[in-house]
C-alpha cells in the first residue's frame, strides 16, 4: 500500500528531546536563567538528567543563588543514574552535619514528590485490567451517509484516513470538526470526510443537555487492496520497536504517532506500553507527546480515566502553544465544571490561543465568540471573517459556517449578505434534518434589525 509504506518510512521532523536541549544549548551559552527554568520544568516530571543538571546549577550558583541542601536533594534523588553518585559524594562532603540532617529531609520530601519511581504514579498514566464504565449519557448513531473518494486521489491511486472529532450536540446535530489527523496532509480527504459526518444524525437519551465530543476514523481504501505491510515495511516497524524497547525515545514516540494511526489493532505493541513510552517522551518536554498523553488520560485510553491528570498535561502542552492541546483545554474546560483550572484563563483565552497559531476548528468557533459579544470593535469583526475566509479555504462553507458567518455579516451592519448567509444554513440544516429553532431566531435577529 502507498499510504502505509510513506507513513512507515516518513522522516518524522522531531527532536525527541526538544526542551533538554534547548536547555542544553542555553546552558552551553551560558544563559543560566533560562536554562535553569527550563531544566527544573522537567526535573518536576521526574527527569533524571535535568534534575542531576538542577543539581549543578545549585551547587555552582549558575541561574540561581547557590544552596548545597537543595544541590544535594537534588542530586540524591537523581544519584541512581549513571555515574551522578559523584556529585552527592562532592556536595556531602562540603555539608557540616547539621546541614546534612536538613539536606536528607528535604531529600526525602523531593524523593516523594519528583523521583522517577514516583512521577510515574503521581503523572503517569496508571494501568487497569478493565476499562472504567463510562458516565456519558448514550448516543447513537441513526443515519451515516458515506463520504465520496475524491476523483483526484482515486485517480492517482491514493489511499488514506481521516481521524476527526467533532461534537454532537442535543438535537442530534453535528458540528465543531476538528482534524486530528489526515493522512495525507492535502485536505481533499478531510473535506470528503466533513461533507459527510456532516448530515450523521444521532439518537440521544433525555439527560444530555451539553455537546458531547465524538472521535471517528473515515478510512479511504481502494477495493481490493490489503491493510498488509510488505516485508520491508515490517523489517522498518521491527527496527523501531526493537529501538523503542531498548530506550529510543525518538522511536517511542515515532511508535505512538503510528499506533494512534494504524497499528492499534495489530497488536504487536499494547496500548499500556506505549502510554508509557508517551510518558517517556513527555518527561522530556515534548508537547505534543504531553498533549497524546493527557488525551489518553483524561479519556481513559489503556489506562484509568484521571481527568485531572489529563487536563493538567494538556495545559502543560497548552502554555508552551500546542495548538491541539489549546483547543482541547478550550473543550475539557467548557464541558466539565468539576475539574481545577490551575492556568487561571477562562475557555474562551485557549480557544484564542489556538486560533492564532492556525487551527482551523479553533478560529471558526472564536469568530462565533466575536459575532456573540455584546459589543464588538471593527479590529475583533476583521479578525472574525479573516478566521472564516481561511477556514472555508482549507475546508468548504459548512453549515456551521454559514450560521456564524450570518451572524458576523449581522455586525457588519450588512443585513443583505447576513440574511442570505443564515438562509443557505437554514437550508443545509433542514436537509441535515437539524433542529432548526436556533437557526430561526437567528434569521428574525437579523430581519429585526
Same mark, same amino acid.
Given at each position: 500500500m502507498k499510504?502505509l509504506?510513506?507513513?512507515?518510512?516518513?522522516?518524522? +521532523?522531531?527532536?525527541?528531546?526538544?526542551?533538554?536541549?534547548?536547555?542544553?544549548k542555553?546552558?552551553?551559552?551560558?544563559?543560566?536563567?533560562?536554562?535553569?527554568?527550563?531544566?527544573?520544568?522537567?526535573?518536576?516530571?521526574?527527569?533524571?538528567?535535568?534534575?542531576?543538571?538542577?543539581?549543578?546549577?545549585?551547587?555552582?550558583?549558575?541561574?540561581?543563588?547557590?544552596?548545597?541542601?537543595?544541590?544535594?536533594a537534588?542530586?540524591?534523588?537523581?544519584?541512581?543514574?549513571?555515574? $551522578?553518585?559523584?556529585?552527592?559524594?562532592?556536595?556531602?562532603?562540603?555539608?557540616?552535619?547539621?546541614?546534612?540532617?536538613?539536606?536528607?529531609?528535604?531529600?526525602?520530601?523531593?524523593?516523594d514528590?519528583?523521583?522517577?519511581?514516583?512521577?510515574?504514579?503521581?503523572?503517569?498514566?496508571?494501568?487497569?485490567?478493565?476499562?472504567?464504565?463510562?458516565?456519558?449519557?448514550?448516543?447513537?448513531?441513526t443515519?451515516?451517509? +458515506?463520504?465520496?473518494?475524491?476523483?483526484?486521489m482515486?485517480?492517482?491511486?491514493?489511499?488514506?484516513?481521516?481521524?476527526?472529532?467533532?461534537?454532537?450536540?442535543?438535537?442530534?446535530?453535528?458540528?465543531?470538526?476538528?482534524?486530528?489527523?489526515?493522512?495525507?496532509?492535502?485536505?481533499?480527504?478531510a473535506?470528503?470526510?466533513? *461533507?459527510?459526518?456532516?448530515?450523521?444524525?444521532?439518537?440521544?437519551?433525555?439527560?444530555?443537555?451539553?455537546?458531547?465530543?465524538?472521535?471517528?476514523?473515515?478510512?479511504?481504501?481502494?477495493?481490493?487492496? /490489503?491493510?498488509?505491510?510488505?516485508?520491508?515495511?515490517? *523489517?522498518? @516497524?521491527?527496527?523501531?520497536?526493537?529501538?523503542?524497547k531498548?530506550?529510543?525515545?525518538?522511536?517511542? $514516540? /515515532?511508535? +505512538?504517532?503510528?499506533?494512534?494511526?494504524?497499528?492499534?489493532?495489530?497488536?504487536?505493541?499494547?496500548?499500556?506500553?506505549?502510554?508509557?513510552?508517551?510518558?517517556n517522551?513527555?518527561?522530556? =518536554?515534548?508537547?505534543?507527546?504531553?498533549?497524546?498523553?493527557?488525551?489518553?488520560?483524561?479519556? =481513559?485510553?489503556?489506562?484509568?480515566?484521571?481527568?485531572?491528570?489529563?487536563?493538567?498535561?494538556?495545559m502543560?502542552?497548552?502554555?508552551?502553544?500546542?495548538?491541539?492541546?489549546?483547543?482541547m483545554a478550550?473543550?475539557?474546560?467548557?464541558?466539565?465544571?468539576?475539574?481545577?483550572?490551575?492556568?487561571?484563563?477562562?475557555?474562551?483565552?485557549?480557544?484564542?490561543?489556538?486560533?492564532?497559531?492556525?487551527?482551523?476548528?479553533?478560529?471558526?468557533?472564536?469568530?462565533?465568540?466575536?459575532?456573540?459579544?455584546?459589543?464588538?470593535?471593527?479590529?475583533?469583526?476583521?479578525?472574525?471573517?479573516?478566521?472564516?475566509?481561511?477556514?472555508?479555504?482549507?475546508?468548504?462553507?459548512?453549515?456551521?459556517? $454559514?450560521?456564524?458567518?450570518?451572524?458576523?455579516?449581522?455586525? @457588519? *451592519?450588512?443585513?443583505?449578505?447576513a440574511?442570505?448567509?443564515?438562509?443557505?444554513?437554514?437550508?443545509?440544516? *433542514?436537509? +441535515?434534518?437539524?433542529?432548526?429553532?436556533?437557526?430561526?431566531?437567528?434569521?428574525?435577529?437579523?430581519?429585526?434589525?
Amino acid at each position: 500500500m502507498k499510504i502505509l509504506f510513506l507513513i512507515l518510512t516518513l522522516v518524522l +521532523a522531531f527532536n525527541s528531546q526538544a526542551d533538554f536541549i534547548s536547555a542544553q544549548k542555553n546552558y552551553y551559552d551560558k544563559n543560566y536563567d533560562d536554562a535553569f527554568k527550563e531544566f527544573m520544568v522537567l526535573a518536576k516530571f521526574g527527569n533524571i538528567k535535568s534534575q542531576h543538571n538542577v543539581a549543578v546549577m545549585l551547587l555552582k550558583g549558575q541561574g540561581v543563588k547557590a544552596n548545597l541542601i537543595k544541590a544535594y536533594a537534588w542530586s540524591k534523588i537523581s544519584d541512581s543514574f549513571g555515574n $551522578y553518585a559523584s556529585l552527592t559524594h562532592a556536595i556531602t562532603k562540603q555539608l557540616s552535619p547539621e546541614q546534612l540532617i536538613k539536606a536528607n529531609k528535604l531529600t526525602d520530601r523531593y524523593f516523594d514528590l519528583y523521583a522517577q519511581i514516583n512521577s510515574k504514579v503521581l503523572l503517569g498514566p496508571i494501568s487497569e485490567k478493565a476499562k472504567s464504565k463510562s458516565t456519558r449519557p448514550l448516543f447513537k448513531i441513526t443515519y451515516r451517509e +458515506a463520504p465520496k473518494y475524491p476523483r483526484k486521489m482515486a485517480l492517482k491511486g491514493i489511499q488514506g484516513w481521516v481521524d476527526i472529532l467533532f461534537n454532537v450536540y442535543p438535537d442530534g446535530s453535528v458540528k465543531d470538526f476538528h482534524i486530528i489527523n489526515e493522512i495525507p496532509s492535502e485536505g481533499l480527504f478531510a473535506k470528503s470526510a466533513i *461533507k459527510s459526518i456532516e448530515h450523521y444524525r444521532f439518537s440521544l437519551s433525555d439527560d444530555m443537555h451539553e455537546p458531547i465530543s465524538v472521535t471517528t476514523r473515515i478510512n479511504f481504501k481502494m477495493f481490493g487492496d /490489503s491493510n498488509e505491510l510488505s516485508k520491508k515495511q515490517q *523489517k522498518h @516497524l521491527d527496527g523501531l520497536i526493537s529501538r523503542a524497547k531498548k530506550g529510543d525515545l525518538e522511536a517511542q $514516540y /515515532s511508535y +505512538a504517532i503510528l499506533f494512534d494511526t494504524f497499528l492499534e489493532k495489530k497488536g504487536e505493541i499494547s496500548g499500556k506500553q506505549v502510554n508509557q513510552w508517551l510518558f517517556n517522551v513527555a518527561q522530556n =518536554g515534548v508537547t505534543d507527546a504531553q498533549y497524546r498523553l493527557g488525551k489518553n488520560i483524561y479519556f =481513559g485510553e489503556a489506562c484509568k480515566v484521571e481527568k485531572q491528570k489529563g487536563l493538567d498535561w494538556i495545559m502543560r502542552a497548552a502554555q508552551i502553544g500546542n495548538a491541539d492541546a489549546e483547543y482541547m483545554a478550550y473543550q475539557m474546560l467548557s464541558s466539565n465544571k468539576d475539574i481545577i483550572n490551575q492556568s487561571n484563563q477562562k475557555p474562551e483565552y485557549w480557544l484564542h490561543q489556538a486560533a492564532k497559531n492556525g487551527l482551523n476548528i479553533a478560529q471558526i468557533k472564536f469568530a462565533g465568540v466575536i459575532a456573540n459579544l455584546p459589543n464588538t470593535t471593527p479590529q475583533q469583526l476583521a479578525i472574525a471573517e479573516l478566521y472564516l475566509d481561511a477556514y472555508q479555504k482549507k475546508f468548504y462553507k459548512t453549515i456551521q459556517w $454559514y450560521q456564524i458567518n450570518a451572524m458576523v455579516q449581522n455586525k @457588519l *451592519k450588512k443585513p443583505a449578505k447576513a440574511l442570505k448567509s443564515i438562509k443557505t444554513a437554514i437550508k443545509l440544516a *433542514k436537509k +441535515a434534518k437539524w433542529n432548526l429553532s436556533e437557526l430561526e431566531q437567528q434569521k428574525e435577529l437579523i430581519q429585526s434589525s
